[in-house]
């Protein structure tokens, strides 16, 4: 009996120092594929996760998708109208202020129907060269209230004398009156 385990004894010791100089190629792989599929498992579950939030916060609830996709529809048509409604206003605003050039001098007429008939709506300021036209109207109905703001800018040379214009009222339009002339007459005016 002592002889078996004085064998066994010996077997073991063995067998333990073929091992103890090789490292296991297989605990490299394992390692690696361990973690690979860590990665994957915990991906798919963050993108399943994520998908259900993406969805819930999409769909209202008790709301089926047939429904929705006419609320979506009946949203897009009333965009699209506002946005040609805007269109219609923004083709309506180049009629609002006209430019015409005599020999002696440039006369604007702004339509003060776009801006409640009321020439205290528009504003008319000088600085330099630059000539700057403002408008506001105010429309107010039962639901709401629209404003509507306008500016334009003219840019005149030299022989323009915006110190000397003049503001007119003649039916629906408001006229300034800018008178032009020569610079070299203004200078010599001034010796």
């Known amino acids: 009996m002592n002889e078996n385990q004085n064998y066994n004894d010996d077997n073991v010791k063995v067998r333990e120092g073929m091992y103890t100089n090789c490292p296991d190629k297989r605990s490299f792989w394992r390692t690696l594929l361990t973690g690979l599929m860590t990665f994957l498992g915990a991906f798919c579950a963050f993108y399943v996760v994520a998908d259900w939030h993406y969805k819930r916060m999409i769909a209202p609830p008790f709301?089926?998708?047939s429904k929705m996709e006419k609320m979506m529809k009946k949203d897009m048509y009333m965009m699209n109208k506002m946005m040609k409604k805007e269109g219609i206003y923004s083709r309506n605003a180049a009629?609002?202020?006209?430019?015409?050039?005599?020999?002696?001098?440039?006369?604007?007429?702004?339509?003060?129907?776009a801006f409640d008939n009321n020439?205290?709506?528009?504003?008319?300021?000088?600085?330099?060269?630059?000539?700057?036209?403002?408008g506001r109207s105010v429309k107010k109905s039962?639901?709401?209230e629209q404003i509507a703001e306008f500016q334009q800018n003219y840019l005149f040379g030299?022989?323009?004398?915006?110190s000397d214009l003049t503001k007119t009222t003649n039916g629906n339009y408001y006229i300034v009156t800018i008178p032009t002339g020569n610079p070299s007459e203004d200078e010599e005016d001034i010796d």
């Open 63 to 65: 709301i089926p998708h």
């Open 95 to 113: 009629h609002v202020i006209h430019l015409e050039q005599n020999d002696n001098a440039y006369k604007i007429f702004i339509d003060l129907r």
């Open 119 to 134: 020439e205290n709506n528009v504003q008319v300021t000088t600085n330099g060269n630059v000539l700057t036209i403002n």
């Open 142 to 144: 039962k639901n709401n």
């Open 158 to 162: 030299n022989n323009v004398k915006l």
